[in-house]
């Protein structure tokens, strides 16, 4: 089975997604529910032997599948995975996992659909992550797309049709750059898709950086990076809990895995001449988003704006070229999908109990939610930094790679320590302390089994990173020291 | 042993966890015996550590490793020396006080086993912070108490002052941790280890690094120092990063004896003397301590004066002696720091659980001036709170004395730039010192009972899991100086877990002058303070409170209408929380509003997103207007091209 493991992880949950469509039929939700959260948790378990029969002492792809596909263009179904990819791939099905979970009780208009949607953008995910030819990535990172576009425009909020098509059109305006940039590759390669040959392509820099900026707008966006971020809170305040899990701990983070994958490796020498600029925008996002996030009225801005933030720190730890600093943006890609995943849902507890997300509505929920105020503060400590979660883990190596490449840089990344605490802790107390002053507040009910199971999840995976981060480290060290090394060679 | 280093803090973790999460099943009682045992083993374990140091077995080793990255293994391990023993001692005395304490003091409150909870996760993360041997244990635990501490300044929580103290506290602790990381950061770049061991070995080799600053080329080893130092500040509560442990003051009052008093604002110090093989080797950042800390130390305790709420005042005594321990950490007297740091656990937590044992029977009134005449009905409270202000004011032959004493006679041999400052700050410190503490003994227990009806009803002496505590900590603040004093001055008491160089051992000057005649070094001592200031400015400070609260009342107000600007300041605690809040919190929100509304929502996504899809749109619908739908425009359009095509051809 492991032959195909990887395709059965994508078609699996594409194909058993059209499955549950089946289900569609007004008393057949709990059928599709149920379905659902078999099959994610299917899916977790076999993504748990990529973890398992990974070989963490190679940086060579792992677990490949290679067949023909269209034989005129030379464009191969190829997939693998290594250090980089494989944790993101075990974090996508975990997700998943929670994000059905999240929607058990609370989706009840089109059940069997929204969970389709959201097993089927599980496999496209997979691929994104798992494809080794640049037609086959490009076509998933697309398609990808399409399940978000409906997810938000179906079950969102009311301002849904701008925040979705701002979404695409941002998005599908940097990933045309990037179509660009594959096919000129193509053409200069003698006709190859194969990612893996495009990193052994020697470019000058003029072309380098040309092809640079090409991937660059496609992966900026999708982290977003300012100034290319302001469809990002949009999209998370109109799209539902499930949505907004998926998008702030998944999506993002393809941005930065084609940074990774693409950027770096393809075009080292722009990178390097490039990276002060980068390194620019990672601390503008780390610090001026820190403040408008202070700002912010609405809870899920507010945490759209904190995940841009903390998504700088990705940035910053790539582009500063050192083993900590990268491994330290890696560690932070993981943990950000658990606690803003987490970060989110705690905002969905609470709108599915009053339809608000203003912080202005609460106040003093701690009162009357004592085991929901335990994971609110937990995760919002998490948020912070706090030593002992997995949102230290990254910060903390990022700050200590970026010290050696300037202490300057450092400095100012360190600023997310007061900042970051500054919004998430001013957020908790206006929520979660102080008298009660709405009456609806009053009424408010503590966690359902549900709601304390997925949260329970993730706050075990926050704290076993915090505590033992080691492992994960492991897994990711060959593949990122083969990568650093291959960028300090020059390819001019 | 090993066993026995790991046992201490997870039986803390262990009791924190039953409390916490099984709070409702084991009960009220169940939560607080099974955390008090815990703790009372940790205590036990803590001694048998302690005694085993004192054989001379040191302990240095790893448990796991955290994490390796960048060829660096990021260990979570031991240090298990004369330093640490003695801190596992302290904190762990303190905190079975404070946990027998409890039981009376929050007995009422509904949230009981989570209160309990608190403190032993609290003594769990205190421990591992000083029990580390590397600087990434350290800043867990740094943090950690960190994050206890504002659950429990916040845990009445629909308190908004309480909800308001805790956030404050948290952020501006962050501030001093923004210094502490980059520190952390600094010593890896330096020493490419964050082992305390490997880095100390090397630190003399680093002495030649410089790096490049605003202010011209600086040893490296200075800019880590005082970046190390930023982190203390925040922890301790020196100035400026003070203003948040008189706000702390809102949680219950165990907690500030525990950790507002006692054992994590102390975390600073023990830090820097953990640090002092690097702190040695920059007589720049000595100096800057000892001018934080004195400047701390004086302002303060001045600040003091004019506290009405029996809490504050002790806050504001607890950051005057920070203020010492940091200015005897600054005169290399790392040893003498600690020493205060162990004697002021005692009799503070002493203050604090004396002053909450008042507050319990006055129906939580804090404010001095309804209090009065207590002396007949609390004499328990009173006596142990009159032991503790006599070692606080530093009367011979109670703790405070010693310790404190040398630290002023320490301050008096450096001779580092600043130590002159310094040694007048902490002997003016030491009438006002004096004046305070007896201040608030007069106007809580002298005098006419000033409460209403209300209060009067079922005023009473405190219980015994209250009194019992008391008279517990009464005792070391008694013996505890001279039981100590002897080894840690003649400087083998700390063995090789401090390290001074010969040119900055203001302490072994001290010695050497005390050494002299027959009466022993600690007669010699208490011979030497009658010849010195601190011992009479101590009097004449009790006495001047003698004056001004039990013969003559209507002296302080006089004073206070005579100095009246000095008075407004002192209570307006010189306008820096005013103007910290106006720049740091309002500046921000300001800040984060204009980059909000005009940056982000204006320019970037009005500007430049929906700007660009007004230009499209406008655009195509001008386009627009040229798809008319009448055939005849179509054909003249067709017309007009045809023509320009013609004419082109012919024309090139």
Redesign the interface.
């Known amino acids: 089975m492991s032959a195909y493991l990887l395709s059965i992880l994508i078609w699996l949950p594409i194909i058993g997604g059209a499955g549950i469509l089946l289900f569609s039929k007004q008393g057949q939700e709990g059928a599709a529910r149920t379905a659902s959260l078999m099959l994610s948790l299917v899916m977790f378990v076999l993504s748990l032997r990529l973890w398992t029969g990974f070989d963490k002492q190679t940086a060579a792809m792992q677990f490949e599948e290679k067949a023909q596909w269209i034989k005129a263009f030379n464009i191969n179904y190829h997939l693998g995975v290594d250090g980089i990819s494989m944790p993101l791939i075990v974090l996508t099905t975990l997700l998943t996992v929670i994000v059905v979970i999240a929607g058990w009780e609370v989706i009840k208009t089109r059940v069997a659909q929204y969970f389709a949607a959201f097993l089927m953008m599980e496999g496209v995910m997979i691929g994104v992550f798992a494809a080794q030819d640049a037609m086959l990535f490009y076509l998933f990172w697309e398609v990808m797309l399409i399940p978000m576009f409906l997810i938000i425009g179906i079950w969102g909020g009311p301002n849904r049709i701008y925040a979705t098509i701002k979404f695409f059109l941002y998005t599908l305006l940097g990933s045309l750059l990037m179509l660009v940039a594959l096919l000129y590759l193509y053409n200069k390669s003698g006709g190859s898709f194969a990612i893996s040959d495009y990193h052994a392509l020697a470019m000058p820099m003029g072309v380098q950086k040309w092809i640079f900026l090409a991937f660059f707008m496609a992966f900026a966006v999708k982290v977003p990076m300012v100034p290319v971020h302001t469809w990002l809170p949009d999209a998370h305040v109109e799209a539902p809990t499930g949505g907004s899990v998926i998008l702030a701990a998944i999506m993002l983070k393809m941005g930065g895995y084609g940074f990774l994958r693409f950027n770096l490796p393809i075009t080292p020498d722009a990178s390097h001449a490039l990276a002060g600029y980068v390194i620019a925008l990672s601390l503008i996002a780390v610090i001026y988003i820190a403040y408008v996030a202070l700002v912010q009225g609405d809870m899920k801005k507010l945490i759209a704006y904190s995940s841009i933030s903390h998504m700088g720190f990705v940035t910053l730890g790539f582009f500063v070229f050192n083993q900590t600093a990268l491994e330290g943006a890696m560690v932070q890609m993981i943990s950000h999908g658990f606690i803003s995943g987490a970060m989110f849902l705690v905002v969905g507890v609470l709108y599915d109990r009053l339809h608000s997300r203003d912080i202005a509505t609460y106040g003093g929920v701690a009162t009357v939610m004592p085991k929901f105020a335990f994971f609110a503060v937990l995760f919002a400590m998490a948020n912070a930094g706090l030593p002992g979660t997995s949102g230290f883990v990254g910060e903390f190596l990022v700050i200590l790679g970026a010290f050696q490449f300037n202490a300057w840089v450092a400095t100012l990344a360190a600023l997310t320590l007061v900042l970051g605490a500054a919004y998430t802790l001013w957020m908790v107390k206006r929520v979660m302390f102080g008298p009660i002053k709405n009456e609806d507040v009053k009424t408010l009910v503590d966690l359902s089994s549900h709601e304390m199971l997925f949260m329970s999840i993730l706050a075990v995976f926050t704290i076993a990173v915090g505590v033992w981060p080691n492992p994960l480290l492991d897994v990711m060290r060959t593949t990122l020291e083969n990568l650093l090394s291959h960028v300090a060679v020059s390819k001019l | 042993m090993t066993t026995i280093y790991l046992l201490t803090p997870l039986l803390c973790l262990f009791g924190a966890i039953v409390a916490g999460f099984l709070g409702h099943i084991v009960g009220r009682k169940g939560a607080h015996w099974m955390t008090i045992l815990m703790v009372l083993g940790a205590f036990i374990l803590s001694v048998l550590v302690y005694k085993d140091v004192q054989a001379g077995n040191i302990y240095n080793g790893a448990l ?9 293994s990021f260990d979570v391990g031991f240090l298990i020396d004369e330093l640490s023993a003695t801190m596992m001692v302290v904190v762990t005395f303190v905190s079975l006080m404070v946990h027998i304490y409890t039981i009376g003091y929050m007995h009422e409150d509904p949230a009981y086993q989570r209160f309990f909870a608190f403190i032993s996760l609290f003594t769990f993360a205190m421990l591992m912070l000083v029990m580390s041997n590397n600087f990434l244990q350290l ?2 635990g ?3 108490v960190g ?1 206890v501490s504002y ?1 429990l300044i ?1 845990f009445w ?4 002052t309480a ?2 103290a805790n ?1 404050k506290a ?2 501006v602790n ?2 001093g ?2 210094g502490f ?2 520190g ?3 010593v ?2 330096l020493f490419g280890s964050l082992d305390y061991a490997t880095v100390f070995a090397q630190a003399p080799n680093a002495q030649g690094a410089l ?1 490049q600053t605003p202010f011209g080329e600086v040893k490296w080893l200075t800019v880590i120092c005082l970046l190390l130092f930023v982190g203390a500040m925040g922890k301790s509560a020196q100035v400026p990063l003070h203003v948040w442990l008189p706000d702390s003051m809102e949680g219950p009052t165990p907690i500030s004896a525990l950790i507002h008093a006692a054992t994590m604002v102390t975390a600073g110090i023990f830090m820097v003397a953990r640090m002092s093989p690097l702190y040695e080797l920059s007589e720049v950042a000595l100096s800057a301590i000892l001018i934080i800390g004195a400047t701390t130390a004086i302002f303060m305790a001045l600040i003091g004066l004019v506290q009405n709420d029996i809490k504050r005042v002790v806050a504001y005594s607890t950051l005057s002696q920070l203020g010492y321990m940091t200015v005897a950490l600054g005169a290399s007297a790392y040893e003498i720091a600690i020493f205060h740091l162990g004697t002021h656990a005692f009799f503070k937590a002493l203050l604090f659980l004396g002053a909450g044992s008042v507050i319990i029977a006055m129906h939580h009134e804090q404010d001095m001036r309804k209090m009065g005449g207590l002396k007949a009905i609390m004499p328990i409270t009173y006596i142990t709170m009159f032991i503790g202000s006599l070692a606080l004011a530093g009367i011979p032959p109670f703790a405070g004395f010693f310790s404190k004493d040398m630290i002023i006679e320490s301050v008096h041999a450096s001779d580092l730039f600043g130590a002159t400052y310094a040694y007048y700050a902490v002997l003016l410190g030491v009438f006002v010192t004096a004046f305070y503490s007896f201040r608030l003994m007069f106007m809580t227990f002298h005098g006419k009972n000033r409460a209403d009806e209300h209060m009067q009803h079922g005023l009473k002496e405190s219980p015994g899991v209250v009194t019992w505590p008391l008279i517990l900590l009464a005792i070391p603040s008694v013996i505890a100086g001279w039981l100590f004093f002897e080894p840690v001055l003649k400087g083998n008491y700390f063995g090789s877990s401090i390290t001074v160089l010969a040119q900055h051992d203001t302490v072994a000057q001290v010695a050497e002058v005390l050494h002299g005649s027959g009466m022993g070094l600690i007669g010699n001592t208490v011979l030497h303070a009658f010849v010195t200031p601190p011992f009479w400015l101590a009097l004449a400070g009790i006495g001047f409170a003698v004056y001004c609260y039990l013969i003559n009342p209507s002296v302080p107000a006089k004073i206070a209408q005579r100095f009246a600007p000095i008075t407004r300041m002192l209570e307006n605690k010189y306008w820096v929380d005013n103007v910290f809040q106006k720049i740091f919190a309002d500046g ?2 300001s ?3 204009g ?2 509304r005009y ?2 929502s204006g320019l ?2 009005g500007g ?2 929906n700007g660009s899809a007004r230009v499209i749109g406008g655009l195509s619908t001008w386009l627009r207007q040229w798809q008319s739908g009448f055939v005849y425009h179509y054909a003249f359009a067709m017309i007009i091209g045809l023509v320009a095509l013609i004419g082109w051809a012919i024309w090139a």
């Open positions: 796991y490793t955290w994490g390796l990255s960048g060829g660096v800043f867990f740094w943090e950690a994050l659950l916040g929580h629909t308190k908004e909800v308001f956030m948290f952020l962050r501030v941790d923004f990381l980059l952390i950061a600094g890896l770049y790096a921000s929100v800040l984060g509003k980059l909000s940056i982000d970037i996504d430049i997103v």
